[in-house]
């Protein structure tokens, strides 16, 4: 009995304090049934953040999105997959970008804060509908953002390429670029985010909610980490993201008509200089969302992309703790997976209709014998030998034979007397 009570306390006294987090490296522990992993996580220094703010509730059909393994709050990876490495971001996933496959994760389906990552939404919308040879003029709305963000520089009434906007928005970050674009794209910058929002649906972000352009923070703006690497697989489907992303440095034209000289400015993403086989990616930060990674890398005939949301600097810098991430990754065997990016459009097909089961009919009533019309017995027996009954057909024939044998004697006895009597025709 002690024994027992001994047994249970120990119980109760793990589920209250919670598992320790495994070291990295060694094999994830294998979850009970409905069981949630913790994530491994790194300390990080306390920060004065402004209040988070509140999440919408959760929609079942949502975090369902890419399997059902992913729904959960926790921790999930491949069965006998080491530990991820340990970070300070709050939810993070890492996937195949070509096939598609969802490597392991961490919370995916949590709401998360975008910041700058979100630019990458932008670019998925607006990308292919903009000539990059087209040159526009900035305006003061283009410049209307949050004094001391991150800008490119642009000028009023300067002109600049839309391929320039593109490298100040992706290198730069540049909250002025993103603003222009959206603009260009869609007529003004509030249109610009209808379409964006329009685009994450297609993609199957439905998490997703995009109220400035930029990413800078505004009410009811919301992505998780799996919405996010939908959109970067969309992003990096296309060649001149591709580019863009690894361009190292980019000249800001110079603006004679204003008086002002061009300037040059430099990739932020530090994993392309510092990753081998790095393919880009975008960096984010504010106050609110801390800082929100995506990268991109290429190993071995494998390109894989790591996203991640809520993370701190120290001690280590959010696109090292996605260097680290996607290291895991690439260790993991090729066809490890604990769920999938669903394609572009494929939540728009409507659902196959419900096959509705008929009522089941009612056994048959046993049929009644239906009584044949009297024929009569000559009618009776030409019948039963039509229908094939031998006992009647053998002796029937016999009898024919009989008949037919005796009729033609008949008449050969009596066509020889006519001929002895001389009678002839003329």
Known sequence: MRARV???ATAVTLLVAGAPAPAEGAPAPAPGPGATVSCPRLPAPKVSRPPRPVPPAPVPEQQVVGGETLAGPGLVTPPGSPAPPAVTATTWLVADLDSGAVLGACGPHAYGTPASTQKLLLAATMLSRLDPKQVAVATQADLDIEPGSSAVGLLVGGRYPVETLWLGLLLQSGNDAANMLARLGAGSARAGVEQMNAEARRLGALQTRAVTPSGLDGPGQFTSAYDLALIARACFAD??????ALTERAQIPAQPALKKGGFQIQNENQL?????GALGGKTGFTELARHSYVGAAQRGGRRLVVTLLGAEARPVRGWQQGAQLLDWGF???RDASVGRLVDPGELDQPAEPAVTKAPAAAAPAPARPT???????AGTALHRMADGDWTLIVPAAGLLALV???????LAARRGRTRRSGRRRA
């Open 272 to 276: 392309i200089y510092r990753y081998p």
């Open 331 to 333: 260790a993991l065997p």
């Open 239 to 244: 060649p001149r993201f591709r580019r863009y």
């Open 371 to 377: 009584s044949r019309p009297w024929r009569g017995p």
């Open 404 to 410: 037919v044998g005796g009729a033609v004697t008949v």
């Open 6 to 8: 001994l047994a249970a």
